[in-house]
């Protein structure tokens, strides 16, 4: 059980440019959470993943923001269009099906900078 | 919606006495989870503590516990005999069932040695 990993951990762009973020989650882990967290506040949920189907998106994720979970195992989420204020930390996190007080593991995240 | 409200920022204890970080949410449900992460500097989130709101009574993990007061709506952290590496931010979360955590702005822990 290597943990839930996250690439780029660090990722600095030009306002405009799209980015892509993955995360790998804990191997048979069916659930996959994307938050997004700016500095100094907790973070905010923007969408889940049951397997493969997307199962809610938070009004936060705006029509430039799209998550895929193509094979139920790893997970994308992309950014088109970057702005500043996309600046921030996205947080990827799994957990088991199964029982609902499960934890919910997270990644070290990936850092955005939009300049 | 689900709030969580952490209303101390930040907090600070001497190292080997104790710290309450308080938390307070606002739900109509009657079945949920209550948790609280730490976040060290620069490091990814791990869970501390969870709470089912079925269960009256209070969990305890180590020199951590809560105290929940679920007719308030309550949930406040205790950690004993801090420790330096207890030096997080300190988040609590809301949970109902297998959804999305809703968390609270959190509380920065300083320990002083």
């Known amino acids: 059980d290597t943990g839930v990993s996250q690439d780029p951990r660090h990722k600095i762009t030009k306002r405009g440019q799209n980015v892509t973020f993955r995360c790998d989650p804990i191997s048979e882990h069916n659930r996959l959470y994307w938050y997004r967290q700016t500095l100094g506040q907790g973070p905010e949920f923007l969408t889940y993943?049951?397997?493969?189907?997307?199962?809610?998106k938070s009004r936060l994720l705006s029509d430039r923001f799209s998550a895929e979970r193509p094979k139920g195992s790893f997970s994308t989420l992309e950014i088109q269009r970057t702005e500043q204020g996309d600046s921030a930390m996205y947080l990827c996190a799994s957990s088991p099906a199964g029982h609902s007080y499960n934890e919910q593991f997270f990644g070290p995240g990936t850092r955005l900078t939009v300049l | 919606a689900q709030t969580v409200t952490q209303s101390q920022p930040e907090m600070s204890v001497q190292e080997a006495e104790t710290v309450t970080l308080s938390c307070t949410y606002d739900?109509?449900?009657?079945?949920?989870?209550l948790f609280w992460y730490k976040q060290p500097p620069s490091r990814q989130m791990i869970l501390v503590i969870r709470q089912e709101a079925y269960k009256q009574q209070n969990a305890t993990e180590n020199r951590f516990s809560v105290n929940f007061q679920k007719a308030a709506k309550s949930f406040s952290l205790k950690i004993s005999d801090s420790q330096l590496g207890d030096a997080a931010m300190y988040f609590c979360a809301y949970r109902e069932g297998a959804q999305k955590l809703v968390f609270g702005q959190g509380t920065r822990l300083t320990i002083n040695p």
């Open positions: 993943f049951q397997n493969e189907a997307q199962l809610e």
């Open positions: 739900t109509s449900e009657s079945d949920y989870y």
